[in-house]
């Protein structure tokens, strides 16, 4: 739900590696083969395949293959051209200018020239575009065309984000959608875009699948696989045992089918498995405009009530860590003092509850003017470690005496019907983060209403001017300063109840070639994988 949440890449930081696979030095040796599918087993569809539009995680997915930004993330962490044959940032760091690739092409043989960026730009930051990544884009003073692959642009001030906000979410064929209406692009281009990319959309079967197929006029080379499909398939021990059957190719692991497929002699022979720590949490997010979260003494009691190793053990079977704030513990501006804020002490939690007016029934609820504190705590369907951290949540509050209903909820339902219209008292969710620390489009109150990603109504004066302040700092010691304090005041205020930052658990079939994890994730070279001819298992459509 946040582009540097997300970014398309659904960037993964650190770790990823453990030993390479037997077979590497055989496969050092052969010649790449065009061929083949991928089938992807997910539990989620995606929603729209306009990266500024999408809020999701598959979306972005998705549409990170079917379309290129200006710049990406390399393997090393550095930022470099995909558009973008080269770049030059000015001195004072408010001017940036773009050189495109002049061999890029839209998949309609269309090139891609500055006047797609110019068409995007100035879509993303039309105040009726429903988008919550504008923010990056507002700071943007003036956009200039200088030809047809040149672009500058003027900022207002040094922006700390500027470069890197120029991925893949302003990229859209103009020479399409310059006299449509944004209503098209949002039900028509996003559920059957055109895009630049390594593959191209073929077919959409809602809530089942979703097939691309190569583009043949990829500027960077044609992919070797033909076809990616994801398949949807909600139910965790479904979509294991359609891997187990050869129905798909690579599904993320819960953490028992992580335990089952390291036990299974014939599985490990098929499949690969990657461990990895990910760059990402899940957490309790709290409804503040709901009265009984109001009061951050409650929330801070509610911290205190959950023991955070136990929720890593009931649902992750330990496969992760206790999270402390929105940040892993490796990262440069990770701030390890706040580890300290709200140890488990249910003692401490009732004592909060009580300064914050509730006292102890005869049945051993707690109440505040006759009323019980019980709420609904919601998640997503097929997501079997959020439904386990739910149920050690709901037995560590009862303990105290809360009562917590537990609520599973279609994915797309929970998203549109109950996050984006606020109509929810807490909710367990996730966020995959990026490698820059900017928290603004998530904590900022300027983000509480709709497309807005503060969901949770969260507002504090002195984290918005930080939060600003970030973005305008360049010096990397100056900034470290400004999150660590960011991170003290999401400790102290608890608008979510941090839980755990689990392990990714990727199981990959073993005919397939050129995955090469790295600091930025497993999927980015996609287009680089490929599969033996005598081990291709689909022919070519």
Not at 53 to 64: F, I, K, N, Q
Not at 297 to 302: D, F, H
Not at 357 to 372: A, E, H, I, M
């Amino acid at each position: 739900m946040r582009k540097k949440l997300f970014i398309g890449l659904v960037v993964l930081f650190f770790g990823l590696f453990g030993e390479l696979p037997s077979f590497s030095k055989k496969i050092l040796q052969e010649e790449p083969s065009y061929g083949d599918a991928l089938v992807v087993g997910t539990i989620a569809d995606a929603s729209i395949l306009v990266p500024m539009l999408a809020t999701d995680v598959m979306s972005h997915r998705v549409a990170e293959l079917i379309f290129r930004g200006i710049v990406k993330y390399a393997p090393d962490l550095s930022i470099v051209g995909d558009l973008a044959e080269r770049y030059e940032v000015s001195k004072d760091q408010r001017v940036i200018t773009f050189y495109l690739k002049k061999n890029a092409k839209w998949e309609d043989g269309t090139p891609v020239t500055s006047w797609d960026v110019e068409f995007g730009f100035k879509l993303i930051t039309d105040p009726k575009t429903p988008s919550p990544y504008a923010s990056d884009f507002l700071e943007v003073e003036r956009f200039e065309v200088i030809d047809d692959h040149t672009f500058r642009v003027y900022y207002k001030r040094p922006f700390a984000l500027a470069l890197i906000s120029w991925g893949n979410l302003v990229v859209l064929p103009r020479h399409l959608l310059a006299d449509k209406d944004l209503s098209y692009i949002q039900r028509e281009f996003g559920k059957r875009p055109v895009g630049n990319g390594p593959f191209r959309f073929v077919q959409w079967k809602r809530g089942s699948s979703l097939k691309l197929g190569v583009n043949p006029l990829y500027s960077e080379g044609r992919a070797y696989l033909d076809q990616v499909l994801f398949r949807v398939i909600p139910d965790p021990t479904t979509l294991f045992l359609e891997l187990r059957s050869g129905g798909v190719d690579w599904i993320s692991l819960t953490p028992l089918q992580y335990f089952r497929i390291e036990r299974d002699r014939e599985l490990k022979e098929h499949f690969q498995v990657y461990k990895y720590l990910s760059f990402g949490y899940t957490y309790i997010g709290y409804n503040l405009k709901d009265p009984l979260f109001a009061d951050k003494r409650v929330r801070l009691a509610l911290c205190y009530a959950i023991d955070k190793r136990k929720v890593v053990e009931g649902a992750l079977l330990g496969q992760g860590i206790p999270a402390y704030g929105p940040y892993k513990p490796d990262a440069w501006f990770y701030n390890p003092e706040i580890e300290k804020t709200c140890p488990y002490d249910p003692n401490k939690a009732l004592s909060l509850l009580q300064e914050a007016g509730f006292v102890k029934g005869k049945d051993g609820w707690l109440y505040k003017n006759g009323k019980p504190f019980e709420f609904t705590l919601l998640t997503n369907h097929g997501n079997l470690s959020r439904l386990l951290a739910a149920q050690v949540v709901q037995q560590e509050l009862s303990k105290i005496g809360i009562k917590v209903h537990i609520r599973v909820v279609e994915w797309t339902t929970l998203i549109h019907q109950f996050i984006d219209k606020r109509r929810f008292q807490a909710v367990i969710l996730g966020w995959t983060t990026g490698l820059d620390p900017d928290l603004y489009d998530i904590f900022h109150s300027s983000k509480i209403n709709p497309p807005g990603l503060n969901f949770i109504s969260y507002k504090n004066e002195e984290l918005d001017r930080l939060l600003e302040e970030g973005r305008y700092t360049l010096d990397k010691e100056k900034r470290k300063g400004i999150y660590y304090r960011v991170q003290e005041i999401l400790a102290e205020d608890q608008p979510y109840t941090f839980l755990y930052i689990p392990y990714s658990l990727e199981a990959i079939h073993q005919r397939f070639r050129g995955v090469s994890p790295s600091a930025i994730g497993i999927a980015y070279n996609l287009e680089r994988w490929w599969v033996p001819k005598d081990k291709q298992k689909y022919l070519q459509p």
